[in-house]
């Protein structure tokens, strides 16, 4: 506690709503550095921000030794380094102009990426609409995100900002540009072609320098998913002109028409776009990939805004919507819906003799509860087009949103047990339009329940929900307002039927004592919250986070006093709760280092793409629990079916390797992981093996299913 009470007595900067994973660089500079990988960013504008004339930024990463970052195509696994760039009106970015990967074996499988220092240029067009200022620099920023990895991966971000001069020139990192430009593969005018021939593709390319005729060169397509990248393939010299048989992947999800591939031997390197010709096999899909990449690599594309094949199917979309149904009408029976299903049964006693009341209020809950489901579903899918890598519960990876649902459920839960009245405490107009407007209050309930249902899968939702995020905009909110509407139901057979109406009790002095009594699952709720709040910010953001609860009461009790006291206490306890908040509110956005979380359990290892790939590559099966602190369900399984004695001595006969990717905190990688298995949330259970599919479990695991798909490795 000593950290806690040092951050208790001095101020600190206000975290943002999601930490870089190199939260100690998240100041914008020019420079972020972390134990792996120093980026800074570059310009070189030898004839300044002049119209009609191009400039070059860049990021340059330099790797520790064992480390890499990815090319545009990252092979077997990994992720492309993004760049996003705020410009002055009137300068527009390109494409990262790709110097030449090398490849990177692991066990069977290959990468390609970058190793010691890479410089990624960025060309800038100087449009007209520039008007430099008379006085000043014009001012560039930065949003990168790359994936660094040796055996493990950590996903790191950083924000940069430049200032280059607007009517002056920059040429101090030329020589890093001009190394970094001519790294380029250049364009070969006869393009090849590209022949399928059976399940290898036969490649010839004609017209590349006298020099390397008769060397070996590397072969790196642009497009992922087509080839096995680590497979064995033969090259030959016929004359003038290169070939190549590559073998096309056991699970290949491309099928292109042009396929671009860079050639290359020595450092230098040719790029051609060769049309393909023939018929491509049947493609086997992501979805059923014995390995992690393809996966990565599909799901980031999808988050980018790239359109998925048109599925099949009208049939495939009513069985997601059904599924979202089922799903949405058992998530009633997740722990993380019963607080709130107090307070709906509490208000249903209070209208057992107004039938129409009754259905009023249901039918006002249906609404807030479906169009809460597609606004979230809206905003996700909003946020996943603008590159954002985020899923079904995102915001409570957000330690400032755990935060402030943990200060909600404290309010609610002191209006329980009847420390105050929301009445007493309200304006007098604001008081009487609650009275008016009893059927907002059901609305705003029905918000309330998606809030606080939001970390729950139930069955036949993960699926639904994975497969949402590759539809249109207009069909995957079908299938959110599928949820919603099954979760809603219940309520709305309830106040429609009169039968089910009579057998609530009669109102009576008994509501009082029972209302009393469910402010216990609104506190239990709080304690869990702090301790989501303590895997995401470690034990001083959960101390931080119970000192400001405290406070938040000491005011509510304050403002139910009368006279002089209320004002003298009322603002003792304000200030005390503003002065609490500058100094310790910062600890709740304070990450906690993901060492200390991986670490947790002796049993498990630190899930990363490449240390699946490496155990299933040495023959040993590998169990993968998707799980998140937040994730009620995900804890309810790991007390009971993953501690069961029967299935850890399963596991241990059969040497099955355990490895537990914790996506408490937002995490690239593990976000693009469940998209390729067709989920968008956790929990997620998975066996790999080697030579199979991936075999997903459902999401309410029991013993006997466990131990079943156990015996089968």
């Known amino acids: 506690m000593t950290n806690f009470l040092r951050i208790l007595l001095s101020a600190a900067l206000f975290g943002g709503l999601f930490p870089s994973t190199v939260s100690a660089q998240s100041a914008v500079k020019t420079v972020v550095t972390s134990e792996r990988v120093r980026a800074e960013v570059m310009a070189h504008a030898p004839e300044g921000l002049e119209a009609g004339k191009t400039a070059w930024v860049g990021l340059q990463l330099t790797h520790q030794p064992e480390w890499h970052t990815y090319w545009k195509n990252s092979g077997d696994s990994g992720l492309p380094t993004q760049l996003q760039w705020t410009l002055p009106r009137g300068i527009e970015a390109g494409d990262i102009a790709w110097p030449v990967p090398k490849k990177i074996p692991i066990g069977h499988l290959a990468n390609y990426g970058y190793e010691d220092t890479v410089l990624l240029p ?4 100087v449009t007209p609409e520039f008007k430099a200022p008379l006085v000043g620099d014009a001012e560039i920023r930065l949003k990168a995100n790359w994936l660094v990895c040796r055996k493990e991966c950590i996903p790191e971000e950083g924000e940069f900002v430049l200032k280059l001069p607007a009517r002056g020139s920059t040429a101090l990192n ?5 190394k970094a430009l001519a790294s380029q593969p250049k364009a070969l005018k006869d393009g090849g072609e590209v022949r399928i ?7 010839s ?21 087509v080839i096995e990248t680590g497979a064995k393939w033969t090259q030959a010299w016929k004359g003038e002109v290169w070939t190549a048989s590559v073998p096309l992947a056991a699970q290949r999800a491309q099928s292109p028409s042009v396929m671009p591939v860079v050639l290359a031997s020595g450092g230098d390197g040719w790029r051609i776009e060769a049309p393909v010709r023939g018929e491509w096999p049947k493609a086997a899909g992501t979805a059923a990939s014995a390995t992690l990449t393809p996966a990565l690599q599909q799901a980031l594309r999808n988050a980018g805004g790239s359109s998925p094949a048109p599925a099949t199917p009208s049939l495939t979309l009513l069985a997601a919507i059904l599924g979202a149904f089922l799903g949405g009408i058992i998530l009633n029976l997740m722990p993380c819906v019963f607080p709130v299903l107090t307070i709906k049964v509490v208000g249903f006693t209070k209208h057992a003799d107004d039938r129409r009341g009754h259905r009023i209020a249901g039918l006002a809950y249906g609404a807030g509860v479906v169009l809460s489901f597609i606004g979230l579903g809206a905003l996700m899918l909003a946020l996943r087009a603008a590159g954002e890598q985020l899923g079904w519960g995102f915001q409570l990876q957000s330690p400032i949103f755990v935060a402030g649902l943990a200060a909600l459920f404290t309010v609610i839960g002191l209006n329980l047990a009847g420390l105050f009245e929301f009445r007493s405490l309200l304006p007098s107009a604001v008081a009487s339009l609650e009275a008016k407007h009893p059927v907002a209050n059901s ?5 309330l329940a998606v809030a606080i249902a939001s970390p729950c899968t139930a069955p036949f939702m993960g699926a639904s929900l994975g497969f949402a995020i590759g539809l249109p905009a207009h069909e995957a909110l079908a299938v959110f307002a599928a949820i919603g509407a099954g979760m809603a139901l219940p309520y709305l057979l309830a106040s429609w039927i009169p039968a089910v109406a009579r057998l609530l009790p009669r109102p009576g002095p008994w509501m009082d004592t029972f209302r009393r009594l469910m402010a216990f699952p609104m506190f239990a709720t709080v304690a869990w919250l702090v301790w989501v709040i303590g895997q995401q910010a470690g034990i001083d953001g959960a101390g931080a986070l119970l000192a400001l609860l405290v406070a938040l009461a000491m005011v509510i009790w304050a403002a139910t006093l009368r006279g002089r006291s209320r004002a003298i206490i009322g603002a003792v306890s304000i200030a005390s709760a503003a002065a609490l908040a500058w100094g310790v509110g910062p600890a709740i956005a304070t990450p906690t280092p993901p060492e200390r979380v991986a670490a947790s359990d002796a049993l498990w290892q630190p899930w990363s793409a490449e240390r699946v790939e490496q155990l299933v590559a040495q023959g040993q099966p590998v169990f993968v629990d998707f799980t998140a602190a937040w994730c009620v369900t995900c804890q309810f399984n790991k007390k009971t079916t993953l501690a069961h004695r029967d299935v850890l001595a399963d596991l241990r006969t059969r040497n099955v390797a355990l490895l537990r990717a914790d996506w408490t905190r937002r995490d690239p990688a593990i976000t693009a992981a469940l998209a390729g298995l067709g989920r968008s949330g956790v929990p997620v259970y998975v066996f790999y093996r080697a030579g199979s599919a991936p075999v997903v479990l459902s999401e309410v695991l029991g013993v006997e299913e466990v131990r079943s798909a156990i015996a089968k490795l």
Not at 122 to 125: E, I, K, R
Not at 174 to 178: I, R
Not at 197 to 203: I, K, P, Y
């Open 443 to 447: 609305f705003l309930s029905g918000v």
């Open 174 to 178: 030329g020589p890093a540009f001009s």
């Open 205 to 225: 390319v004609p017209g590349l320098p006298v020099a390397v005729r008769g060397k070996t060169l590397e072969f790196f397509p642009e497009q992922g998913e």
């Open 122 to 125: 960025v060309p800038l067009t």
């Open 197 to 203: 021939e059976g399940n290898a593709l036969q490649v």
